[in-house]
T-cell receptor, first 109, second 115 residues
Framework: SQQGEEDPQALSIQEGENATMNCSYK?????LQWYRQNSGRGLVHLIL?????REKHSGRLRVTLDTSKKSSSLLITASRAADTASYFC?????????FGTGTRLKVLA | GAGVSQSPSNKVTEKGKDVELRCDPI?????LYWYRQSLGQGLEFLIY????????KSGLPSDRFSAERTGGSVSTLTIQRTQQEDSAVYLC?????????????FGSGTQLSVL
């Protein structure tokens, strides 16, 4: 399978703490994106990092990319209960986006 | 429309029946993707359209699955002779370039239950 792997599969933290999730992929990429999914339905795009970038920030999100290790991490700082969701990384290859298995994040109020 | 629209939202069918799922992408988006997501799992790629043509059909699980897109807009995913293992959420996404970066916009999905 070309599907990426994410870890941890599930993460439970207290509101205000930081959440870190990791993604590993298998093929060469043009860019890597992170998406969020609430309630098992449509995904929402969060952030994109290009293959020639190492780090990118957007609000409370920080993404890193290590192409030599084929891995990326997503850090959510100062988490809120509303951040509770599943988070997926997606890598772009020829014609399609390959999604990881996802991390289920639960932020406890 | 304002976003990607999928219909029906939920579909319950009997094993062996055919079903048709519809996706209406964001106006002007030339690329369209279908994914399948089983409960608690990641997204499984099914098919990609650029305009009306499908350069990548590699993800279709079997010949019971087919998809078409007309007028560079609406797409339908058809599953013939449905099986219980076809039960999943079927997600459609369209994409556009935003400052040189492409990102996917997803619909809310169709929850398919095969009894």
């Amino acid at each position: 399978s070309q599907q990426g792997e994410e870890d941890p599969q599930a993460l439970s933290i207290q509101e205000g703490e930081n959440a870190t999730m990791n993604c590993s992929y298998k093929t060469s990429i043009n860019n890597l994106q992170w998406y969020r999914q609430n309630s098992g339905r449509g995904l929402v795009h969060l952030i994109l990092i290009r293959s020639n970038e190492r780090e990118k920030h957007s609000g409370r999100l920080r993404v890193t990319l290590d192409t030599s290790k084929k891995s990326s991490s997503l850090l959510i700082t100062a988490s809120r209960a509303a951040d509770t969701a599943s988070y997926f990384c997606a890598t772009s290859g020829t014609y399609k986006y390959i999604f990881g298995t996802g991390t289920r994040l639960k932020v406890l109020a | 429309g304002a976003g990607v629209s999928q219909s029906p939202s939920n579909k319950v069918t009997e094993k062996g029946k055919d079903v048709e799922l519809r996706c209406d992408p964001i106006s002007g988006h030339t690329a369209l993707y279908w994914y399948r997501q089983s409960l608690g799992q990641g997204l499984e790629f099914l098919i990609y359209f650029q305009g009306n043509s499908a350069p990548d059909k590699s993800g279709l699980p079997s010949d019971r699955f087919s998809a078409e897109r007309t007028g560079g807009s609406v797409s339908t995913l058809t599953i013939q002779r449905t099986q219980q293992e076809d039960s999943a959420v079927y997600l459609c996404a369209s994409s556009a370039q935003d400052r040189g970066e492409e990102k996917l916009f997803f619909g809310s999905g169709t929850q398919l239950s095969v009894l």
